[in-house]
């Protein structure tokens, strides 16, 4: 069973009565499964932070479905399961890392005492053992943001629920937070966590779906968009003519000359065994190979192109509706 089920999903703001329509979500679908880490990536604006709104029934949707743990999103039954960090959470400076859990453990229906049993164990895991007795107001960006994932566990949610829970944190906080969330996922929880940082969702999701101005553009585990796309790029030393008859059948691309002999391409392989056979081909016909490398695409790669892309669609749609236009 899907732990997240969203099809169609629609939301508009309406920004007062004479006021424009923001169309925040413009059919939005995408499946949450049991165990994952799915990061839902898009630039400020794209719609992430309404999508999770939805989920928790912190605003209304305006057409579509959406479940959460088999519940209707937005419901009381579904939302006592999930854990949740808001985006720039803010923790009332007077408490200490201690009574702020308990603060937000008796929100959600917790003992005092049930709390106190679980405090300990959750500050060690995300890394604050030692530091509950401190106010919040010592605490660095980093620290905040991980007694926040704290907060979210501890009435064993089965489903968290993160909106941007690395913003505005440094290298070593965040790579703190990743680990974090590694641990959250081994004890078998979900994770669904919004971001605009590619590269901190890139190292932590299982799976990615990329949302553009309300739309998905793209869902796809991170192993298969970034896993080596079977090309590798050679720089080889050896006429061209040899170097192509040697690895003929092949398709070589990217040519670049790099000097007397020098050569650098790439090639697409079927398998790793196929590597192997291109360098013996190589090396029989006397080509000297100086460096080989797999080329990746990264997560960045991916995004980079489906926003750039659906900005250049919009660009030549505005021509086009300018030009049909004429001005008075
Ligand atoms: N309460 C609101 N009223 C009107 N417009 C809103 C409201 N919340 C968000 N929006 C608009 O909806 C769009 C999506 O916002 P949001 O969901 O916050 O995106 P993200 O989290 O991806 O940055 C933006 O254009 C934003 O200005
Ligand atoms: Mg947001």
Redesign the pocket.
Known sequence: MAVIEVEELEKQ?K?GFFGPT?H?LKGVSLHVEAGEIFGLL?P???????LIKILLGI?SKTRGKATMLGEPAGSRRSRVRVGYLP?HHRIPHHLTGNTALEYYGCLSGMSVRAIHEKREALLETVGLRGRGQDRVNTYSKGMLQRLGLAQAMLHDPDLIILDEPTDGVDPVGRSAIRRVLKQIKDQGKTIFL?SHLLQEVELVSDRVAI?DRGEVKLIAGVQDLTSDQKTYQLSVVGARDKITSALEGRELSQWQPGGENVHSFCIGVEDDGAVDYVVDQLRKAGVSIRAMSARKTSLEDAFIDIVEEAEVQRAAKETTNGKKTPSK
Not at 44 to 50: D, L, S, V
Request: hydrophobic residues 30%; without cysteine.
């Open positions: 703001y920004s923001i925040a898009g400020n604006g794209a719609g992430k932070t309404t605003v985006e919004n949302l």
